[in-house]
Every structure is written in C-alpha cells, then in structure tokens.
C-alpha cells in the first residue's frame, strides 16, 4: 500500500512510531539507572574486597571485566528543510539508526520519514509519484528521490567527470548501462550535452556511423 500522499494513513503510522519511540527512550533511561546502580554496587564490593581481590590477581593475573553496554537514546532526525546545508546522506543515515533502534519495518520507514520533509515537498512527491505510476516504497527510494531534487554541486560536478572517461569495453550494451547508471543522477545537463558524451564514448567507426 503505497501511504506517501495518504496524510490520515501516514498521521496514524507517524503517532505509531512516536509511542515506539518514547517506549524506547523510556526504557533507554531505565538502562541507564541501572547501569549507575551497578557501577555504584561494583565500586562498594570492590572496597570490601580489595584485599581478596589483590590475593587473586596476584595469582591470576588482572583481570578486566567488560563494563555494561552504554544506553542508547534514539534521537529523531530534524525535519529536512530542503537547504543547500542539509545534508541528504547524513539524515537518511540517522533514520536507519533510528529505525533499527525502534526495529521499524521497512515498509513504513519511507512513509514515516517522509512527514519529515515540508509540506510543500510532500505534495510534491505524492504528485510525482502518481503521474509516474512509482511510489516510495523504501529508504532508499526516497534518498534517490531527495538526490534528484536537492543535486548536490560537487556530486554533479564529479559525475560529469565521470560520465565523459567512461567508454565502450565489452560492448555498446554495456557501455549503455554503464553510462545511464550516472546520466540519471545528472540534473544540470542537457540532453545535447548527454547525446555528446554517450556518442564521444563509442568507437570512433560507429561514432561516425551515427553522425
């Protein structure tokens, strides 16, 4: 069921996940107290028994005893304000943190993230995603969707680099695939530029074929 565009399925998985998410800080807390209490025991036996404890590691050697696993606090990502400073890698990465901390399952992790973008942009993506008969359907899905639409500069400029050092090597059909695998992360070109590139990659005699 494809939820993006749905704002009364999405308000009621987003309230689903908020209850997982305060259910899991709260018993993140309680972690923590009981580590303290322990830390707290361990350091009064170890004033009781530091002459038996001398004894035996002076027997067996000292030995270290893994301390408890810190507490994790799951922290919500911010909303993604679609600026030049937001960085795309770094949000989508705090939401699988978050997601394998809340054991969310894959298919509402799209949905829940996506309230996380403006207003305006969730209209956007409901649009689009309508008019070409694709959903969101992923995590992954959606970081490709933000990277289409939020191009960073350096990436393109490094894809553009890319695009023009690769060439036929096994067969056209490879080089095909290969040079689709970048021309569609590219936004600021235009297709002249692409038709260019695609054909300075192919063997000069079909180059010339083509025209």
């Not at 399952?105 to 409901?126: C, H, R």
């Not at 970048?182 to 260019?196: G, K, N, P, R, S």
Request: proline content about 7%; overall charge negative; charged content about 20%.
């Amino acid at each position: 069921m494809d939820l993006v565009g749905n704002p009364q399925a999405q308000a009621a998985l987003q309230e689903r996940f908020e209850q997982l998410l305060n259910q899991v800080q709260q018993l993140s807390v309680i972690v923590e107290h009981q580590q303290q209490k322990i830390t707290e025991l361990k350091a009064q036996l170890g004033q009781q028994s530091s002459l038996a404890q001398s004894s035996f590691q002076s027997h067996s050697g000292d030995v270290s005893h893994p301390s408890p696993p810190p507490s994790v606090k799951p922290k919500k990502p911010e909303i993604f304000l679609e600026k030049a400073e937001d960085n795309i890698d770094t949000w989508i990465a705090l939401w699988q943190n978050l997601y394998h901390i809340t054991k969310t399952p894959p298919e509402e992790q799209a949905p829940i993230a996506v309230t996380y973008l403006s207003p305006t942009f969730q209209v956007k993506l409901a649009e689009e995603a309508r008019a070409e008969g694709m959903p969101i359907t992923s995590l992954e899905g959606l970081k490709e969707v933000l990277y289409r639409s939020f191009p960073n500069p350096n990436i393109q400029k490094t894809l553009r680099s890319e695009i023009r050092q690769i060439h036929v090597k096994k067969g056209v059909w490879d080089y095909m695939d290969e040079f689709r695998g970048i021309a569609c992360w590219l936004t600021d070109v235009t297709q002249m530029d692409l038709m260019y590139d695609y054909k300075a990659g192919l063997p000069k005699a079909v180059s010339d074929e083509i025209g």
